[in-house]
């Protein structure tokens, strides 16, 4: 049973939602229900010329016999009716509380996964969200005694697990954010998740250097031998069976990935390229390191697509798919 977040109103979420839905609805091992205003959602998918049946469901747990016949919606009404492309900032709140609410679900045990629909993070952030986005929320949502979760992103395609070490900064700034500490943290958390949730008994982790050719042994830089190398022995020292730093350029095709199950890669692009250049609209975002499973879609909200029923959900049945296949690995 998957958690589905309602995202920003506006955007594509409910035709996204409602093409799953036509893709998974005969597929039990992917079961979902949908976090929204089941009236809001069936007003869309009608202006859209989508025809998928919405049902309102009181408990997560009644979506199992809705599921094959319609989508399943854990209601609670909207703020103020969505309109296709146009945000108003008074479903803000409403989108946080889904997000809320899916996590205490997956921890409540009523869900076994979530999935978040995508935002629109400046208008939460008029309505006051302190957070980059859905990740480190997630892991203050997570936190104990104060402390957040260390929470780990991984960009899954095509069979390629590919997590930046640092996330969203400017390129400028990477080679002072990059520490031998988080490499390490990182690479634990990608360990256990391979075998925890991939059903990987023994992964194989490999690590891309930062520099052009990983550094030349110090010709092109030095963040390799002082920063990375280090790494890299700290995890073998924990019994892990990790490579590198191996030169980025050389690391990403189809001979170099079936070397390793997930590569740690230094920086936001070096390993959103080759994600979204293997499979541009079927890319998942999966967090790591937090108490429940979650997966999200690769993509943003695209409001100039809303509501021409245009938009694919191959981004979002991957995510679901993955969703389901994590949960079944525990």
């Known amino acids: 049973m998957i958690a589905l977040t309602c995202g920003e109103p ?16 005969s597929n039990s091992q992917c079961t979902f229900f949908l976090l929204g205003d089941a009236d809001d959602v069936a007003r869309r998918l009608a202006f859209a010329k989508i025809n998928v049946s919405v049902q309102k469901i009181e408990t997560p747990a009644e979506a199992q016999s809705v599921f094959s016949s319609a989508l399943p919606v854990l209601h609670t009404s909207l703020p103020t009716q969505s309109q296709a492309g146009i945000i108003d900032p008074r479903n803000a709140s409403y989108v946080i509380e ?46 104990e005694n104060g402390t957040p979760a260390k929470e780990v992103m991984m960009l899954v395609a095509a069979g390629l697990r590919a997590v930046p070490i ?21 690479g ?21 250097g930062l520099n052009p050719h990983a550094g030349e042994n110090g010709a092109m830089g030095d963040e390799e031998t002082q920063i990375i190398a280090p790494a890299v022995a700290a ?30 890669c230094m920086y936001h692009d070096q390993a ?26 690769d993509h943003g909200t695209a409001l100039a ?23 079944h690995a525990q």
Not at 104 to 116: D, F, I, P, R, Y
Not at 121 to 126: H, V
Not at 167 to 186: E, G, M, N, S, Y
Not at 235 to 256: R, V
């Open 166 to 186: 640092t996330i969203h900064i400017p390129l400028k700034d990477v080679p002072t954010a990059l520490t031998t500490k988080d490499i390490v943290a990182q």
């Open 272 to 297: 959103l390229i080759p994600v979204k250049t293997l499979d541009f609209h079927g890319g998942v975002n999966v967090t790591l390191g937090l108490p429940i499973i979650r997966t999200s879609p």
């Open 10 to 25: 506006a955007s594509i979420a409910p035709e996204i939602t409602a093409r799953a839905w036509q893709e998974l609805h």
């Open 188 to 208: 634990t958390t990608v360990h256990r998740a391979l075998q925890t949730h991939f059903g990987i008994k023994s992964p194989r982790i490999a690590v891309t």
């Open 235 to 264: 995890l073998k020292n924990q019994g892990i069976n990790i490579f590198g730093p191996i030169s980025a350029d050389t690391a990403f095709h189809a001979e170099a990935r079936a070397t390793y199950d997930a590569i740690l």
């Open 305 to 327: 697509l809303a509501g021409t029923g245009n938009a694919r959900p191959d981004s979002l049945i991957a995510a679901i798919k993955l969703a389901a296949q994590m949960a």
């Open 98 to 143: 889904a997000i809320e609410t899916a996590f205490a679900l997956c921890k409540l045990g009523q869900a076994s996964a979530m999935v978040t629909n995508p935002i629109n993070k400046d208008a939460l952030y008029a309505a006051g969200f302190k957070f980059q986005g859905h990740t480190d929320f997630l892991a203050h949502l997570a936190s």
